[in-house]
């Protein structure tokens, strides 16, 4: 089955910087790679996901870059604001996606300064 | 509101109460999904429907818990003589099958005393 691994765990950036946060997974047969952002007592909503075919995929400020051969994934913000503070998870899905339930990472809480 | 609607939002009960929790997908979406999410963590997958037919049920699914769903369309999870270990987020997505985009409901938050 799959497991995903998510760091850091907390990231404080000041408005304007740009932020990443990585993950891995340990399922080669994973094919599909989405990130959810989740505020405060609110649903996780996706954000931007990838297919195992690109390497990255770009949408505004948010991009996300996939190395197959190391696997591992990484959500890149760019131009932060302070809206984007919540926390971000990872997910991939297990038993390599034939059934698209998702293995979720820990979660990245992300802290924007103004 | 056409997305995934969770109903209730929140429930305290005691502990060894059986409580219900119902979820209604985006209306052409035959797959749904039980996640659990406890504070500090990510969803952790609980169980799945394709239409009406339950494919798959999470260790972390005990006897205790059952869910439904009788017609292909709303969904019930329920829990049995809650225990306090049962506090968390209840929440459930749906997706299209052949498309892998999950949406996710507002979650039940449960609260067992």
């Known amino acids: 089955g799959e497991n995903v691994e998510q760091h850091p765990s907390t990231l404080s950036v000041q408005e304007g910087d740009s932020a990443v946060i990585k993950c891995t997974y340990s399922?080669?047969?994973?094919?599909?790679f989405p990130w959810y952002k989740q505020e405060l007592g609110k649903r996780p909503q996706l954000i931007i996901d990838i297919r195992s075919n690109v390497g990255e995929k770009k949408d505004q400020r948010i991009a996300v870059t996939l190395n197959k051969t190391a696997k591992h994934f990484s959500l890149h913000i760019t131009e932060t604001q302070p809206e984007d503070s919540a926390v971000y998870f990872c997910?991939?899905?297990?038993?390599?996606?034939?059934?698209?339930?998702?293995?979720f990472g820990t979660g990245t809480l992300l802290a924007v300064q103004p | 509101d056409t997305g995934v609607s969770q109903d209730p939002r929140h429930k305290i009960t005691k502990r060894g109460q059986n409580v219900t929790f119902r979820c209604d997908p985006i209306s052409e979406h035959n797959r749904l999904y039980w996640y659990r999410q406890t504070l500090g963590q990510g969803p952790e997958f609980l169980t799945y429907?394709?239409?009406?037919?339950?494919?798959?049920k999470s260790r972390l699914l005990s006897d205790r818990f059952s869910a439904e769903r009788p017609k292909g369309s709303f969904s019930t999870l329920e829990i049995q003589r809650t225990e306090q270990g049962d506090s968390a987020m209840y929440l459930c997505a749906s997706s299209l099958q052949g498309q892998e985009t999950q949406y996710f409901g507002p979650g039940t938050r449960l609260l067992v005393l």
């Open positions: 429907f394709q239409n009406e037919a339950q494919l798959e």
């Open positions: 399922d080669s047969a994973s094919n599909y």
């Open positions: 997910a991939a899905p297990k038993d390599g996606g034939a059934t698209n339930k998702l293995i």
